[in-house]
Nanobody
Framework: QVQLVESGGGSVQAGGSLRLSCAAS???????MGWFRRPPGKEREGVAA???????TFADSVKGRFSISKDNAKNTLYLQMNNLQPDDTGVYYC????????????????????WGQGTQVTVSS
């Protein structure tokens, strides 16, 4: 079992930045971890995922604006979000896969076994 706790959400104006953190109760190394979001009134969607440095995946809508990183010494996953837009509004969730599992689609929900409770991000125009 892995507990995941997200933090860093908030309200910003368009063009602003936020950094989300996800503290894990177990090791973040040797496992895929991802960020997902649920926009208002829509289904949850994959945003970014990471296995190790150089093995990252991003949704087309956030490429060039968001970056993902891990600090395995702190068992923490990060999502740096720059140039935020109103369409980025939603509840952001952290997810962790089973260690050593090779994911076919790292931004697909069903690839992940553990989920955080989410943190709200609101971007105003």
């Amino acid at each position: 079992q892995v507990q995941l706790v997200e933090s860093g959400g908030g309200s910003v104006q368009a063009g602003g930045s936020l950094r989300l953190s996800c503290a894990a109760s177990a090791s973040t190394s040797s496992r895929y971890m991802g960020w997902f979001r649920r926009p208002p009134g829509k289904e949850r969607e994959g945003v970014a995922a990471m296995y190790r440095e150089g093995q990252t995946t991003f949704a087309d809508s956030v490429k060039g604006r968001f970056s993902i990183s891990k600090d395995n010494a702190k068992n923490t996953l990060y999502l740096q979000m720059n140039n935020l837009q109103p369409d980025d509004t939603g509840v952001y969730y952290c997810a962790a896969a089973t260690p050593g599992t090779k994911l076919i689609l790292p931004t697909r929900e069903s690839e992940y076994s553990y989920w955080g409770q989410g943190t709200q991000v609101t971007v105003s125009s």
